[in-house]
């Protein structure tokens, strides 16, 4: 059975009349006569009574009707979720985010995503450093990627989208708390507590800074995430450079303070550049509308 035969059969059984159906069809009469036909042939039923009057169902094509506009509305159904799949107006689109990201970009981007991509589910992981994130984006697991630099691999594609300067985490009881600003050479005695990836881009940057101060820093702790190193500030373990993002972390025993002497840091955002998720590429579209990301060519979106 041809799908075009149960089309022409809604239509001549909702207007009961071969001539007028033709016309909406825009195929010829007799050729719609015989396409019916060939219905009736295969059902091995009478699903029109036809006198040279009038064009009745008979109750075999009453049945039909009924179904054939289930069959058809479901197809329809399918075929639209297919489009809107490999289109990227549908699906899941997998975003990771470095510690204090979450805070500063993910309200923006997820306010994007549901306002002009509604039928995009959002699957976050919060709090992951910049060298996991690459690894999650080459085995696929993740779609987008919001990372500091350095981000490793000619796979994987990037655009800066913020830059912000550091700042100086420490305990609240500290000496140094009391001080509107701080300089790097104020550190020169302090213990410090890093990330566990001494690749990170913000602990490169605190090595830079202290380096070009004198002295390199006593890395005494390190922890696997922002919200896990602000803790070990506040419990008096040592002190952090930490993006100024890190403000919206308040947590008991913790003060930042601005700092002189140090460097600002990006922040990108990436993705797989030989990805198939086509839900990625209209994420990619709606944030360079906003003027999240700058303006991509289309090489880097196929």
Known sequence: MELRHLRYFVVVAETC?????????????PALSQAIK?????????LLSRTTRKVTLTPAGEFLLGEARRILDTLDDTIAGVRRI?????????????????????PRIARLIRRELPGIAMQIHADLLTPDQCDMLGAGTLDLAILRPPVGGPAIESRVIATEPLILALPSEHPLAAEPIVR??????????????RQSAVNLATVKACHDAGFMPDLVHEAPGTSVLLALVGAGLGVALVPSAARALPLDGVTF??????????????????RTNPVTDAVLAVLEADDLITHLSPEARS
């Open 257 to 274: 303070r601005d700092i002189t002497g140090v460097g600002s840091i990006e922040l990108m955002l990436a993705w797989l550049r030989d």
């Open 38 to 46: 060939q219905l009736e042939l295969e059902l091995n039923a009478p």
């Open 86 to 106: 490999a289109s990227g107006q549908y699906g899941t689109v997998r975003i990771g985010l470095t510690g204090t990201a979450a805070y500063s970009h993910l």
């Open 184 to 197: 790097v050479g104020d550190l020169r005695a302090e213990p410090f507590v890093g990330y566990v990836s």
């Open 17 to 29: 009349h071969f001539g007028n159906s033709a016309e909406r069809l825009h195929i010829a009469q």
